[in-house]
């Protein structure tokens, strides 16, 4: 008797021969072409709610590491430091001052006790609200450019961890390339590579960053991360290529040679 198949059982086969063919389709058409990126893009955030007391940078504005951003009101924590600062200046002075009766006897050791205590906290209280304030003046963590600011003067910064600005890495660059198996084999991290800019009609020296080490599922193919050097100031978002045969990267017509270092951590 003949056992006729379900609709289901015929179309499965069907479906992973396609898939298959997607897969291998893809694989051979990845053709190794990325787009330049910030080397870093960080989001500066508040770490506490309050109002914008100034901004001290425009968007586009050149910033290094440390430079201010943005300032959060402080004139309340500010008087509170000051108070705080009167009282430990009062406590130091007394204990100094029961030190000096201590050997005649005009003072315990319980007193000293107390009063080296007291000074104590009263220092730590200090040093946490000049924290606090510190915590409400927002800095750059990098060298690079300021390209989004969120907030004006008076405007009110909402929960803590609020997107206040984004600053971005434009030297060294990287790109993304999502590589054929076979290519990306070929591959170290630490190797120089070439990689061209077609609109710009000039090829760069990059150094490999990352390889992934999982390929992508059907289309079997490896992220691999390029940081390249950019003291040209390249624009992000340009289209760059990969030299397709990565066993040969040494002479290439107008290529821009910059030096690049990286260092990796010992495993």
Excluded: W
Excluded at 113 to 136: F, N, P, V, W
Excluded at 204 to 230: C, E, H, K, L, W
């Amino acid at each position: 008797m003949m056992h006729l198949s379900s609709p289901r059982q015929c179309i499965f086969p069907l479906v992973v021969l396609l898939l298959s063919l997607l897969g291998l389709s893809m694989a051979q058409g990845a053709d190794s072409i990325g787009y330049l990126e910030p080397g870093r893009s960080i989001r500066v955030s508040s770490a506490e709610p309050g109002i914008v007391k100034e901004v001290l940078v425009k968007e586009g504005a050149q910033v290094k590491s440390n430079d201010v951003l943005v300032r959060l009101d402080t004139r309340v924590l500010e008087l509170e430091a000051k108070i705080i600062a009167e009282e430990y200046s009062v406590m130091k002075r007394r204990l100094e001052k029961l030190r000096e009766i201590l050997p005649k006897k005009f003072a315990s050791e319980d007193e000293i006790l107390r009063a080296e205590s007291d000074s104590l906290i009263t220092g730590l209280r200090k040093e946490r609200i000049e924290a606090q304030i510190e915590r409400l003046t927002l800095r750059s963590p990098i060298d690079g450019v300021v390209t989004e600011l969120r907030f004006d003067e008076a405007e009110g910064v909402g929960a803590s961890n609020s997107h206040v600005a984004t600053v971005v890495q434009l030297q060294p660059m990287r790109v993304q390339f999502n590589l054929p198996l076979e290519q990306a084999r070929h591959l170290s991290q630490g190797a120089e590579v070439l990689v061209e800019f077609p609109d710009y009609g000039e090829t760069r020296v990059g150094v490999v960053d990352y390889i992934s080490p999982v390929s992508t599922a059907v289309v079997n193919t490896i992220r691999t991360r390029i940081m390249i050097p950019n003291p040209g100031k390249l624009p992000a978002g340009i289209k760059c290529r990969l030299q397709a045969d990565a066993s040969d990267q040494t002479q290439t017509p107008q290529t821009t040679q910059h030096s690049l270092k990286l260092s990796y951590p010992n495993p």
